[in-house]
């Protein structure tokens, strides 16, 4: 061979030789940003199966307050069925209005009255009522 073809050669050796040091840098460097890649996925990842966890725990949460909720409401329902309606409560107290049942007198009051006129008529005292 003659020098034009070694110096063709060493050229093209040289060439390839820097390609391939261009290729094993690109590989470096692709590998350096998937492994941080990954390192990124793997962080999101413990984050995000962190807030699952805490949304489960709401969400389970939220489910117990519901079911009291519904618990609740449904003992008031039977509760209701068992109180007065207006109606009801308007029509007795047209009754307490017309019997009046503050006026009425106890056991005690008509004896202690009859006591106390049986006094005055044996004491001869006559009194005049309003």
């Not at 061979?1 to 060493?10: C, F, I, K, P």
């Not at 309606?85 to 017309?98: G, H």
């Not at 006026?103 to 009051?109: G, Q, R």
């Not at 006129?117 to 001869?124: M, N, S």
């Amino acid at each position: 061979m003659d020098e034009r073809e070694l110096g063709a050669v060493s050229a093209l050796l040289t060439e390839f030789s820097t390609r391939v040091n261009d290729l094993e840098e690109r590989s470096r460097l692709i590998r350096e940003r998937l492994l941080t890649l990954s390192q990124t996925v793997l962080k999101q990842n413990e984050r995000l199966n962190k807030e699952i966890g805490v949304l489960k725990e709401d969400m389970r949460e939220i489910r117990n307050e519901s079911d009291r909720l519904k618990e609740a409401v449904e003992h008031i329902i039977r509760e209701s069925s068992e109180l007065a309606r207006k109606e009801e409560l308007r029509v007795v107290e047209r009754y307490m209005k017309l019997f009046e049942p503050l006026k009425f007198a106890t056991i005690e009051d008509v004896k202690r009255i009859v006591k106390k006129e049986l006094k005055k008529k044996k004491d001869g005292i006559i009194e005049i009522e309003e």
